[in-house]
């Protein structure tokens, strides 16, 4: 089952002709997604890897089947990328782009939900569902089916201890990046929430770090109703207050958005918390 | 993007928030100056970036104006957390009856903006949400519709705001609006806004933080830019420049990797294994090799720094590309300390191939990576 | 029966303390309307001609049971006021003001369309249902309940016409003013679909002018649906083009907007359409 | 307020929208000059705020400076229905391939504004229309989200632009929505849009009105509003600065009245019976003894008005200080011409006494009032 994406997933790819899009054009084909078009204003009828390119999403759909998108267009464009995309009609957009304007993210978001549409991101690496679909930019090959369930709001690190599970026999269900800016779409408490309905997911790994209080709020939320296991591993305890660690959203704004203070209300919640990312898969051994 | 409170009160001068009476100076003789044109007792207020300036010793009162030079001579100059103070803000001294707080800021969990009133101003407002969470006004603001009058009169009403004042404050809390919606400021703050004895409102603190990912619509920041540099040394000016992400910090292990959340892993484990890291850098996602070049060069020009520890996940980085970044880095800059290098993923072998035929080391698991850099900053230090 | 008003409604009159609110607060009691409320910020606390005054609509609300609302709120601060009625829960709000910038009808409009609200106005006289509720500033002794329907973008023109059909024996059900503005709330069709489920009433009277295609939209409705008699006289026959007669919306713009194209849609549209204001009553005498 | 074409320009080139180089002139010798700096074949363009400029010859092509200088000696000093031509904008001419209709004006019935693209620029857009409905491409903006630049792609794409010119089309679309927003603006229109033999857009007309409402958060147009104050006459300007509505028409019977419909009304009737109106004037609603006062005054400066037709329905205007005005008018500006008074509503006998005692006859039908003074008009010219 998995969740957010699988085979029947079809992508228009936003921002396709630039660098980064077209990059990951390639290696999404290369895993097997199903990239139907490519959009880039000014640039319709080119072709990139072989995906045909259009001018806007409303008339690539008008030729091709798709659900979803994917997001690669530059900060300052992006929300009007997805507002199009919103606009066309898909049902999942996945924002790539780092560096948006927190404003312009607060008004995508809500459009996005008064249009029941599901973003993830920005500043994302993706989702993936292995062997169905790769809608990100994470490297395929360190992820393997199965049944842990990982949401996370860091990249490589994900990819550290995505590998690690892979490595320790662990397969995934579906490994989705939150993304690392302030203001996001699909968040813990809405990703846990889709793992709940997915019986293939049989635990869920949550990857936090400083800042905000998503982490908290993930936990009251897992103490209240959900009932699948969870390990998690926060980033950032040693991070100073009032410093932005590399993420937009990663910082200790006085004395919110602690490690410690996550670390305690995820333990309180029942969550196992562990000190090092390799640990995530012996503990899943233990639960498991 | 940080501003000083001068820099905060003259926005909110232009858009008609009441401030206090008064200048910035640089010097004793200045701060006399403005203290006798003011001509009543005075403020002087360091201009810090950084918080609890207050408890600090960096807010000072002054009734005469050589009084106001004396204690200009001594805040001029002093260290407010390691931040030199250059310019002091000289004001006139309020008459206070009360203190209010009024803010505007981004809620993650609601993902909109929220407007915050609260009666109890002029302490840390978290504080107060912890201790009185009921006298924390907030609302949220609709992300398509913005900020409305009548919304700001509800709150300010909520407050005991009655009269001209309920006008005044709500007309002020539109005006926060209007900074947030003009500048992408992703905090506006007055704390404390005074009630003073003769019944006026006046923003006696100024706070405003500009979304650094909005400063590309705001070129009129470019200046402010250049003076929040003051607060940056020069290998976090540097970095800021390379659009790297680097924070300093004050241990003795150069910590470098790909991806915040494993940077920010990086030092935990290092901590974790009694270790102090140096900084927090990231070099970022597809770095190529001359990146990776200059995160060395910055962090390396840390006179600090007794080990190197670079922690590299290969996903749309190519692990070669970054030994081939450690190697002319190496050459070019002469590296004196050693290099812990933990490297796995794209191009992982090339990688290797490289730093191995370099003679460098390379691991494979950031734990024991960590715990190996930890062991030679430590050997490194008992040498010393 | 009538529409939008009866001696149901329950009014909180918005700029109370101001000139104009405070005049027509006093006529409109006498009229008989229950007002039950002020609101004018910053003056809560206070009492004008006997009624109420609280700083913000929601407090006025949680002391007085109220449906609707009527602004005398100057211009620059009129959207305000109106999103504010909205938002506490009103149900009709009439817009006394004049000269309200077009953005800010837009976007209050906008606002009440989502919230089921109806917006009488702005620049209107408002809506008087005769000897039940008088939510303007009309005089109200020119109006005798009876039968007709009035619908009109001008003020005084119907203060002519509804004495001259008072005085000819027909009473009216309900007189709405539209308001003169370009862009207002309850427009021509929308309040002949109010009138077409109002048994009381048997004819309607609409008083067009020039500007727009109000009229011409409205005999697009008639000639489809509207089954009751519909006289009209419409104002600007000899407007010169380009220049705003009066009101806002009384302007025509190249060849759009002329009285002739009105005249000519509605008669073509089986409306009886008058030369002189005081031939309406004469023609609703052939009808009825 | 409607802006002169070289006002829109300016703002059009502030927001980034390409416009032919050129500059104003008021004298031959600048046109000149100017020529001379373009260095091309210029146009030469009669700035004028009533449509049809081109048609009345307005709009002329010179291909040398000598050239030039003669035909802006023609146009200058010259009129335009009725208005004298006293600066002139002097262009580049271009090498045009085709000319395109953007615009973004208040679509009433939708009660939105709307943004209009067309493939056939340069012509009345109206007759468009009607003859090619469907090469009219609309979109409405939605109120709360505004304008974005996929709606713009969408739009302008439908019109064939292709490549490079989608993306700047586009663009400059947006740009005018930004107009819009910014300046308040009810209608902004580039027609032609001039798609140039070397491919580039380039807005060859200019027209932006700003909504009179919204004048009051706009500053900035001050000093335009002097000098649209030059397409007025006097007693325009007058009318204008005493906030009464006033539009003058080439008839000999003045007009005033109460309510901008009843005054319509009273110049359609006055129209019927044969009559011809010299203006409209709505002392608007609630007005006092002083208002009617200087509506007359305004009114009689007219050398051409005859007789004077007041029509009051008293509702929240009074008849008496109605009835005041008119007989202080009289006193204090001696009025020469017949009045025709029709005054029915509130406090109607207090003014039917005020006037019939001052020997004014008031009548009680506005059909029977405006047929008197038609009369009396007809008699006035008879004898003349």
Redesign the interface.
Known sequence: MAILVNNKTRVIVQGITGT?GS??TKLMLEYGTKVVAGVT?????QETHGVPVY?????ALSEHDANASIIFVP???AK??V??GI?AGLELIVVITE?????????M???AKRNNVNIVGPNT?GVITPNECKLG???GH?FKRGEIGII?????????IA?NLTRAGFGQSTCLGIG?D???GI?FIDALQMFVNDDETKAVVL?G??G???EE?AAEYIKREFTKPVAA?I??????P?????????IIS???GT?ESKIKALKRAGVYVV????EISERLKEIL | MKLYEYQAKEIFKKFGISIPRGQIADTPEECKKIAEEIGKPVAIKAQVLVGGRGKAGGIKFAETPEEAAEIASQILGSQIKGIKIEKVLVEEKLEIENELYFGITVDRSARKYVAIVSSRGGVDIEEVAEKYPEEIIKHYVDPLLGFQGFEARDLVKKIGLKGRNLIIAADILNKLWKIVEKYDAELVEINPLIKTKDDKLIAADARLIIDDNALFRHPEFEKTMETEGKEFNERELKARKEGLAYVELDGNIGIIGNGAGLVMATLDMVSLYGGKPANFLDVGGGADPKRMETALEIILSNPRVKVVFINILGGITRCDWMAKGIIEARERIKIQVPLVVRMVGTMEEAGRKILQEAGIDVLDSMEEAAKRAVEIANRIAGDE
Chains 1, 3 share one sequence.
């Open positions: 980064q990059f990951h204003p000014g640039k319709g009828g001018d806007t999403v409303k008339e900060a300052p464009f009007d990328a507002l199009e606009n560096h948006i304007p927190i404003k312009d993210a607060i008004q978001i809500e459009v690496p930019i994470m490297p360190i996370s709001r860091s990249g490589t690190l994900t990819y550290e590998s690392g302030p203001v996001i968040n990857i770090e400083i905000g209080d998503a709020k591993f980033a950032g305890r040693t991070a100073p009032g410093k932005r660690m590399g993420h937009a959203g990663a006085g004395r919110a490690a000190e090092k990312p390799k």
